[in-house]
């Protein structure tokens, strides 16, 4: 558009100037027209680049306002809690398998911040499914573990022994031991969140969320058989990305950052899902959550 007004505009000079050509006032008229050119010009240009400050700005105001309505969102926990699905594969009478968890006794290797936090949501998916199972001895190792881990990030208070006690309170009731459960991660994550820990806060959920995909796919080997299996694995490609969502503030933060990078495998695999799962596409998603899971509790 400014392009043409410019040749209309250079059209009229040059027909100005052919009038004038044989006029005694040319070189006045000249001074007086290549003024009125130039400001032309001058005038475009400072449009243009009005416009697209403009733009830069309306931009900007948008993304800042993207980033806090996803900072007001995950003021509380953002993702089902490890024990909302695991219940599932218990109401799915799928057998407890020995072994399957993080050892509660590597608690000890984890030294950073990053590897605490990260694992300390690993555990809590272990205890959700040694609670929702009723494995007296793994609760309390995995409770053990999970205060030690704590005690480190400081913030001892919330798996205390009145939590033990309400576990063992109610562990014929696993609607209530999955609302227990729900609130001590939310505790967990709230607290994180007002102590200015917000990027450990997501480590923790993001752990959770691993170890509950890696016990799903783990449970049976058959596990494509169960359609509530399948519709559980399908399920989390929406968390997965509700994860990616409330990241997007913190990737600036390098302990984030490299979280979300080891989960791209399985961002991949979801990429190709659509309504229904394959016995191949669990394969896929298994070995995916092997290898993210093998990084984190190393």
Known sequence: ????????????????????????????????????????????ASC?????????????????ERVDSIKSQIKEYPLPTSAEVIKMLSDLEVGYIFGICNPPANSRKYITSKSRAANMGVFG???SYATLYNIPQEILNYLEAIRSLANELNMSG??????HQKLEQNRDNKDELVK?????????????????????AL???????????????????AA????????????????????????????????VSEFVRILDPIKKVYEGLDTSLTEQNITEITKAIEGIREQIVK
């Open 1 to 44: 558009m400014i392009s043409i007004f410019l040749l209309l505009l250079w059209a009229v000079f040059r027909q100005y100037y052919q009038l004038i050509n044989r006029s005694y006032m040319k070189k006045t008229i000249l001074l007086l027209v290549i003024p009125i050119f130039l400001v032309s010009i001058l005038g475009i």
């Open 48 to 64: 243009k680049n009005k416009s697209q400050k403009s733009k830069k700005e309306e931009q900007k105001k948008i993304e800042t």
């Open 125 to 127: 998916a272990d205890l």
């Open 158 to 163: 919330i798996y205390d022994e009145t939590l």
């Open 180 to 200: 227990i459960l729900t609130t001590a991660f939310d505790d967990t994550y709230k607290y994180m969140s007002k102590n200015d820990q917000q990027p450990l």
């Open 203 to 221: 480590l923790v959920v993001g752990g959770a969320w691993v170890e509950g995909m890696y016990l799903t796919t783990h449970v049976s080997y």
């Open 224 to 255: 494509y058989q169960f359609a509530g299996i399948s519709k559980n694995l399908l399920d989390q490609k929406k968390s997965l990305n509700v994860y990616y969502e409330v990241t997007q503030p913190y990737m600036t933060d390098p302990m």
